[in-house]
């Protein structure tokens, strides 16, 4: 099957609900943003998701006090139909498959409970760990003890 043969799917800036028929003229549009902070509410509560990862540019942002609830998630919606992309921090000691299928159950949940969307597919990227602070100056301590 070539590329050109696969589907694909089409970003859009919001899906739009199909009316009730009897309502002629009325209409829902869902803003993709929308749904990017839903997301993002989720994945705060979700245990071994210690938080989203924006890249250089989310990172920069942030140091600039301008804190982006949709960092690190794309949303693409086609018609009545979601595609997620998110990319996580995993808090280190925990499994990372059973935190990521935590965290795709609930926003699946969340995410077509709350829009009346469905949840076509959730990919999870996980870019990085959280060490505590704690652990990190324990593992730097016992190596400054090793150098001399």
Excluded: C, F
Excluded at 21 to 50: C, F, M, Q
Excluded at 134 to 140: K, L, R, S, V
């Amino acid at each position: 099957m070539s590329n050109s043969d696969k589907e694909k799917v089409v970003e859009t800036v919001e899906a739009v609900l199909k009316p009730d028929p009897a309502k002629a003229g009325d209409s829902i549009r869902i803003s993709s943003e929308v749904i990017a902070v839903i997301v993002s509410l989720v994945s705060n509560d979700v245990p071994g998701i210690a938080g989203m990862s924006g890249g250089l540019v989310g990172g920069i942002a942030e140091k600039l006090g301008r804190r982006d609830l949709t960092k690190g998630i794309k949303v693409q919606v086609n018609e009545d139909k979601v595609v997620i992309d998110l990319n996580v921090i995993a808090d280190y000691g925990v499994s990372i498959v059973d935190a990521t299928n935590k965290l795709k159950k609930e926003i699946r949940d969340n995410v077509e409970k709350t829009t009346g969307l469905t949840v076509e597919a959730i990919n999870i990227n996980v870019q990085g760990i959280n060490v505590p602070k704690a652990e990190e100056e324990a593992e730097g301590g016992s190596e400054k003890g090793q150098e001399e």
